[in-house]
């Protein structure tokens, strides 16, 4: 068992003028910056992080904002039924369904999260696989079918 996160990166940290970008099927487009995701109300997650790699850290604590606090935000469409969430070259379908108890993180383990553990922003899927797991998440996109899954080729991948 591990006692700190590996760091695998899928892509750079985004700069310094961050926006979390909200759209496709939505009643508002959003364009979310740091300060405004602290200031929704705030959630949590204490769980174990399991990678298919083989690895576990146990008891980390992550906090943040609900996804589905953001999505409500932007008004979610009747047609919608999955929320795309994707950093340039790495990209996660997830269906609305799985969205209610996923996490915006901003926080690990009571400190301020460091860029290589996804900072700004990482989204955490309770139950999830590791690759649910996106770090440095700057877009979601709600959608009526699901988008390319580049997140699960990109782990089954490194696995070989």
């Not at 850290?57 to 969430?85: D, F, H, K, T």
């Not at 139950?127 to 797991?133: I, W």
Request: aromatic share 4%; net charge negative.
């Amino acid at each position: 068992m591990l006692t700190s996160l590996p760091v695998h990166s899928h892509d750079r940290p985004p700069s310094e003028d961050y926006r979390l970008r909200v759209d496709g099927l939505v009643d508002r487009l959003l364009e979310l910056s740091i300060e405004e995701l602290r200031a929704l109300p705030e959630a949590g997650l204490d769980d174990d992080f399991v990678c298919l790699e083989g690895w576990t850290v146990a008891n980390l604590r992550w906090r943040g904002v609900r996804l589905a606090s953001v999505l409500q935000l932007a008004g979610i469409r009747p047609e919608a039924r999955w929320v795309q969430a994707s950093v340039p070259g790495f990209s996660l379908p997830l269906p609305l369904s799985e969205a209610g108890n996923a996490l915006l993180a901003l926080q690990l383990n009571d400190a301020a999260l460091a860029p290589e553990h996804g900072a700004p922003v990482r989204l955490l899927v309770p139950g999830g696989e590791c690759f649910t797991s996106v770090k440095w998440l700057d877009h979601l996109e709600l959608r009526a079918e699901p988008a390319e899954n580049t997140a699960e080729a990109v782990a089954r991948a490194r696995l070989g």
